[in-house]
């Protein structure tokens, strides 16, 4: 179920029986000399919007921008600043919480985006009474890691990886053209965050340690089924009153 398709009196009634919804946010960013600049939105949108139809939960439009200072070293990059991504957290999630949403579950295909996500969460919960927020970023998980190990072992690398390219070429099939021979792996030395004219010296393509010629399909397929699984279970603890206290974040201290 998607905002998007919906006319407000359905909301309406949506609220009247739930008070979640699904926020799926990305980046649009360079993925390396063949990933998709919308990779990491793509895919946060469309693991939200299956999982969202699984568990019954209605699933915002995607926020396509986040934050992305460290990629602006090569073209079709789009940033925000940090304090943009807070604020405009702080709007979508207050203009829903107008209408009667506390329970926002963020979908996130960039962990460029995570440390400013959770401070936007500690800056809304002190200015809106009530709000749940939950953060999931779709391989942040044990059983995600083992499949994509099983995929690509250690070609998977940091970026552009093999793993979210194949999700891309499941969910927009021929967009992606294939790399025609296996890229080199290096390991440049380096300190983080880079700055954009560092990252383009130190990863020249934009990959970071990854493999993405290994990329298809299929491997994207089943990641995304997993994914879609694991977010759809997850929604229903969200929506049923919160997560197991051994599940929670380990650094939540
Ligand atoms: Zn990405």
Redesign the pocket.
């Known amino acids: 179920m998607q905002l998007a398709h919906l006319a407000w009196p359905e909301v309406e009634r949506y609220l009247a029986s739930s008070d979640a919804v699904v926020i799926p946010i ?2 649009t ?1 360079q ?1 390396g000399p063949n ?1 998709l600049c919308g ?2 939105f793509l ?1 946060a949108d469309g693991i939200a919007r299956a999982a969202g139809d699984a568990a019954g939960v209605l699933v915002a439009p995607p926020l396509p921008y986040g934050m992305a200072t460290h990629h602006m070293g090569f073209a079709g990059t789009v940033t925000l600043r940090p304090s943009t991504l807070m604020a405009m957290v702080h709007d979508v999630v207050g203009s829903l919480h107008r209408h009667g949403f506390r329970g926002f579950y963020f979908m996130n ?3 460029g985006n995570i440390a400013t996500l959770h401070a936007a969460f500690s800056e809304v919960h002190h200015a809106l009474a009530g709000c749940r927020f939950r953060l999931t970023s779709w391989w942040q998980n044990a059983e995600v890691r083992k499949l994509e190990k099983e995929l690509f072992g250690e070609k998977n690398g940091r ?3 093999p793993s ?1 390219i194949s999700v891309t070429m499941h969910l927009a099939p021929g967009a992606v053209e294939p790399l025609g021979a296996p890229a080199v792996i290096e390991h440049p030395r380096h300190d983080w965050p880079l700055s954009a004219e560092d990252f383009r010296k130190t990863f020249p393509d934009g990959r970071m340690e990854s493999d993405p010629s290994l990329a298809d399909a299929g491997a994207g397929k089943r990641l995304f089924d997993l994914c879609v699984k694991l977010v759809a279970e997850d929604l229903w603890s969200f929506t049923s009153g919160g997560r197991a206290a051994d599940a929670q974040d380990r650094d939540a201290h």
């Open positions: 990305g980046s960013e993925h990933g990779t990491d895919t295909g960039h962990g970026h552009a990886t979210e």
